[in-house]
């Protein structure tokens, strides 16, 4: 039953977004198509509540991650994971599987259909009955090629003044751009001359979210994919999403309203949801998409990877030490989605603040060795910085300067996935790190695009043998990585929001401390960065305490004595 209360936290945000560009009558208007949205929907869905538990772990994929010829891709997947991922994962967070024309599918051409060779929406809602399912609100553009932009240029609904356009009197020299091609295309159309706004690529155009009339459309997008089972909601690229005249058009008061409002209406459904933001940006811009505990649920941790992945490659805890040390404890409903691979590269942006100009140089020097290629983007039109390295985590992690030939390949990996799955927060794992994956170094030469090096698609018969030769690479990484997943989702001191306590044991060591939300676990994680074997003194209340992922620690005078790259979960019960 909606309030009079949730009515004027509706009305505020829409006043907060949209007073000074509509009358008050319009304002009105939309208000009450939200509020008839809502109450259409409750009317039509009995309560449902979502808990979070340490038994949250998500797996990220594509529909067609695994494929069989002549068969639906999501089916096919379907089987695999019942197969041999229920007892590791109870989410699954399906990349776009919309109808797309580039980008592995963000350049959306139609939000209501799934793409045919992936399967149907059926296909979801079945997953969905025994799994949580996340699922991408491509919302800051939309395909070129797509039915709102056909409808667009017909002056049609749905799409008419759905695009974003710009006169050339728009001042764009502080937008912050995370790609390097050209921002603005120059067009004719209904008799003048505009520039449509293409932030990541010219067949993506930017959504005009000055028009409530997309924001309203977006709100159904979100109750047409619960209705269709998904129950949590990344929304891509959020940071972009409002531009104003002479303004970085990033982050801007305006994107963070939109949040608070989506969040807003999905408190108010029956069917309770989640919304993550995906923000690849500096730390304290990253954070910000908390708000006030009424923005996001979840933020991806996205200085995570590159920080975990340097302290390993140079075999020091100093920069991840400093950044665990001074990152918050998240609040009661908010949480960190922790991953180290995703189907994009590993950030850059997140370093910004937390790496300096000489540890950033050989980090990437270090990558481009170990076969990464790199996505750019332009600043003030002229300099490219580097966006983001693509790169499996596999390849990233085989070598190194102090290990060469790459003896410790499968510890350094183990370990890395050991700190991800452990870290305050909850644990996402690419589908394609299940088995240790390398560079797909065949489609890279075929498209030409840096990230399709970290997007290898795996079919069904060929993985089922690999995994089923017990001396294979994928059955070894496979077994590693899901016997981690399969302890933490019995441990209360790996609940999402138990506290985290950071542990410095000096820069040969990454170590801290969980408590359980009721006080009555305590785990205390300790991974050796080091190729060497490597001794710390250890306090004697944990003398007796059960190692959760390896052999009975053996500790003398109180010294513990760590294998190169070996982590250890240290339990109290």
Same mark, same amino acid.
């Given at each position: 039953?909606?309030?009079?209360?949730?009515?004027? @936290?509706?009305?505020?945000?829409?006043?907060?977004?949209?007073? %000074?560009?509509?009358?008050?009558?319009?304002?009105?208007?939309?208000?009450?198509?939200?509020?008839?949205?809502?109450?259409?929907?409750?009317? $039509?869905?009995?309560?449902?509540?979502?808990?979070?538990?340490?038994?949250?772990?998500?797996?990220?994929?594509?529909?067609?991650?695994?494929?069989?010829?002549?068969?639906?891709?999501?089916?096919?997947?379907?089987?695999?994971?019942?197969?041999?991922?229920?007892?590791?994962?109870? %989410?699954?967070?399906?990349?776009?599987?919309?109808?797309?024309?580039?980008?592995?599918?963000?350049? +959306?051409?139609?939000?209501?259909?799934?793409?045919?060779?992936?399967?149907?929406?059926?296909?979801?809602?079945?997953?969905?009955?025994?799994?949580?399912?996340?699922?991408?609100?491509?919302?800051?553009?939309?395909?070129?090629?797509?039915?709102?932009? $056909?409808?667009?240029?017909?002056?049609?609904?749905?799409?008419?003044?759905?695009?974003? @356009?710009?006169?050339?009197?728009?001042?764009?020299?502080?937008?912050?751009? *995370?790609?390097?091609?050209?921002?603005?295309?120059?067009?004719?159309?209904?008799?003048? %001359?505009?520039?449509?706004?293409?932030?990541?690529? *010219?067949?993506?155009?930017?959504?005009?979210?000055?028009?409530?009339?997309?924001?309203?459309?977006?709100?159904?997008?979100?109750?047409?994919?619960?209705?269709?089972?998904?129950?949590?909601?990344?929304?891509?690229?959020?940071?972009?999403?409002?531009?104003?005249?002479?303004?970085?058009?990033?982050?801007?008061?305006?994107?963070?309203?939109?949040?608070?409002?989506?969040?807003?209406?999905?408190?108010?459904?029956?069917?309770?949801?989640?919304?993550?933001?995906?923000? /690849?940006?500096?730390?304290?811009?990253?954070?910000?998409?908390?708000?006030?505990?009424?923005?996001?649920?979840?933020?991806?941790?996205?200085?995570? *990877?590159?920080?975990?992945?340097?302290?390993?490659?140079?075999?020091?805890? !100093?920069?991840?030490?400093?950044?665990?040390?001074?990152?918050? /404890?998240?609040?009661?409903?908010?949480?960190?989605?922790?991953?180290?691979?995703?189907?994009?590269?590993?950030?850059?942006?997140?370093?910004?603040?937390?790496?300096?100009?000489?540890?950033?140089?050989?980090?990437?020097?270090?990558?481009?060795?170990?076969? !990464?290629?790199?996505?750019?983007?332009?600043?003030?039109?002229?300099?490219?910085? +580097?966006?983001?390295?693509?790169?499996?985590?596999?390849?990233?992690?085989?070598?190194?300067?102090?290990?060469?030939?790459?003896?410790?390949?499968?510890?350094?990996y183990v370990s890395a996935h050991a700190i991800m799955i452990s870290f305050e927060g909850i644990p996402a794992i690419y589908f394609n790190s299940m088995f240790g994956t390398s560079n797909d170094e065949a489609k890279y030469i075929m498209t030409g695009n840096s990230r399709d090096l970290n997007r290898y698609k795996w079919n069904f018969k060929d993985i089922s043998k690999k995994l089923g030769n017990k001396n294979s690479k994928q059955s070894i990484f496979y077994k590693k990585i899901s016997n981690l997943l399969k302890v933490r989702r019995k441990q209360k001191a790996f609940h999402p929001?138990?506290?985290?306590?950071?542990?410095?044991?000096?820069?040969?060591?990454?170590?801290?401390?969980?408590?359980?939300?009721?006080?009555?676990?305590?785990?205390?994680?300790?991974?050796?960065?080091? !190729?060497?074997?490597?001794? @710390?003194?250890? /306090?004697?209340?944990?003398?007796?305490?059960?190692?959760?992922?390896? *052999?009975?620690?053996? @500790?003398?005078?109180?010294?513990?004595?760590?294998?190169?790259?070996?982590?250890?979960?240290?339990?109290?019960?």
């Amino acid at each position: 039953m909606l309030t009079q209360k949730d009515q004027k @936290t509706i009305r505020s945000k829409l006043d907060n977004i949209y007073k %000074t560009i509509l009358t008050k009558k319009d304002i009105d208007y939309f208000e009450n198509d939200i509020v008839q949205i809502i109450k259409h929907f409750n009317k $039509k869905n009995s309560k449902k509540k979502k808990k979070i538990s340490e038994k949250t772990t998500l797996v990220i994929c594509y529909g067609d991650s695994v494929y069989l010829e002549k068969k639906k891709s999501i089916k096919v997947f379907q089987n695999f994971f019942q197969k041999k991922l229920k007892n590791c994962f109870n %989410t699954i967070h399906f990349l776009p599987f919309y109808p797309s024309s580039s980008d592995s599918g963000f350049a +959306v051409k139609d939000h209501y259909k799934v793409e045919n060779k992936l399967g149907n929406w059926s296909n979801i809602k079945n997953f969905s009955k025994s799994n949580s399912v996340m699922a991408d609100m491509v919302i800051n553009h939309s395909s070129a090629r797509g039915l709102w932009f $056909k409808n667009f240029l017909k002056k049609k609904k749905p799409g008419k003044d759905y695009f974003l @356009t710009v006169d050339s009197k728009f001042n764009t020299s502080k937008v912050v751009r *995370p790609r390097d091609h050209k921002l603005l295309k120059k067009i004719k159309i209904f008799k003048k %001359t505009d520039y449509l706004w293409r932030t990541f690529s *010219p067949d993506q155009i930017d959504l005009n979210f000055k028009n409530p009339s997309v924001l309203i459309q977006f709100i159904k997008i979100m109750l047409h994919l619960i209705n269709n089972g998904v129950t949590i909601f990344r929304l891509d690229a959020i940071a972009y999403l409002w531009k104003e005249n002479g303004t970085r058009c990033i982050n801007l008061k305006q994107t963070h309203e939109i949040i608070k409002l989506l969040r807003n209406v999905i408190d108010l459904l029956n069917i309770q949801t989640k919304i993550i933001t995906e923000t /690849n940006l500096p730390e304290k811009e990253n954070l910000s998409y908390f708000g006030k505990n009424d923005e996001a649920n979840w933020i991806y941790n996205f200085s995570l *990877p590159p920080l975990l992945i340097h302290a390993f490659l140079f075999e020091n805890s !100093s920069c991840l030490n400093k950044w665990s040390k001074n990152l918050p /404890n998240t609040k009661n409903g908010n949480c960190y989605l922790n991953f180290i691979a995703s189907h994009d590269g590993i950030g850059i942006r997140p370093t910004e603040g937390l790496l300096n100009k000489k540890t950033l140089n050989d980090f990437l020097k270090r990558l481009r060795k170990n076969g !990464s290629k790199f996505s750019y983007r332009k600043i003030h039109n002229k300099i490219k910085k +580097v966006y983001e390295a693509n790169i499996t985590v596999f390849d990233a992690l085989k070598r190194s300067d102090y290990d060469q030939k790459g003896i410790y390949y499968l510890e350094r990996y183990v370990s890395a996935h050991a700190i991800m799955i452990s870290f305050e927060g909850i644990p996402a794992i690419y589908f394609n790190s299940m088995f240790g994956t390398s560079n797909d170094e065949a489609k890279y030469i075929m498209t030409g695009n840096s990230r399709d090096l970290n997007r290898y698609k795996w079919n069904f018969k060929d993985i089922s043998k690999k995994l089923g030769n017990k001396n294979s690479k994928q059955s070894i990484f496979y077994k590693k990585i899901s016997n981690l997943l399969k302890v933490r989702r019995k441990q209360k001191a790996f609940h999402p929001n138990a506290s985290r306590h950071n542990l410095n044991l000096g820069t040969n060591f990454f170590s801290f401390k969980r408590v359980s939300i009721d006080k009555n676990q305590t785990i205390i994680c300790i991974t050796n960065l080091s !190729s060497k074997i490597q001794k @710390t003194y250890l /306090n004697k209340i944990y003398h007796s305490w059960n190692n959760l992922i390896g *052999p009975k620690i053996e @500790t003398k005078n109180a010294l513990l004595v760590l294998k190169p790259f070996e982590t250890i979960w240290l339990s109290n019960n």
